[in-house]
């Protein structure tokens, strides 16, 4: 019989997956990218990240909001207008997204598929 003692078993960092609860889901990463060059107003936001619905940006910046990452700002009009920005904490997200596209863009360059010379 296998061993399954306190060594055999691992299990995922809290931290790690509390992380990937958030940015797991379609869309919130590609959001965040985009906030990273400052406040964005909402339909600016829609055309930045192609193919986001108007209800799926919404409710994803609504989920970046509440974990606090993400502030609402409403400006007067007419027109009404809104804008979202990156707090202190999602600022500090930059270095980490930064080296995931640069990581992306060594081991997924191909199309999405990690080349074979990095199979090894």
């Known amino acids: 019989m296998a061993d399954h003692g306190e060594g055999a078993c ?12 958030l940015f797991g889901k379609r869309w919130t990463g590609m959001i965040v990218s985009v906030l990273l060059g400052g406040p964005v107003f909402f339909a600016e936001l829609r055309r930045a990240v192609p193919g986001i619905s108007e209800r799926m940006l919404s409710d994803r910046l ?22 979202y920005r990156l ?21 997924l360059a191909d199309g ?6 990095f199979r090894k």
């Open 10 to 21: 691992r299990q995922v960092d809290t931290g790690m997956a509390r992380v990937f609860e």
């Open 112 to 117: 999405g598929k990690c080349p074979a010379r």
């Open 62 to 83: 609504t989920e970046l909001a509440e974990a606090g990452l993400v502030v609402r700002e409403v400006e007067g009009g007419p027109p009404l207008r809104v804008s």
């Open 87 to 107: 707090t202190e904490a999602g600022r500090a997200l930059e270095p980490a997204l930064k080296e995931l596209g640069q990581w992306a863009e060594t081991y």
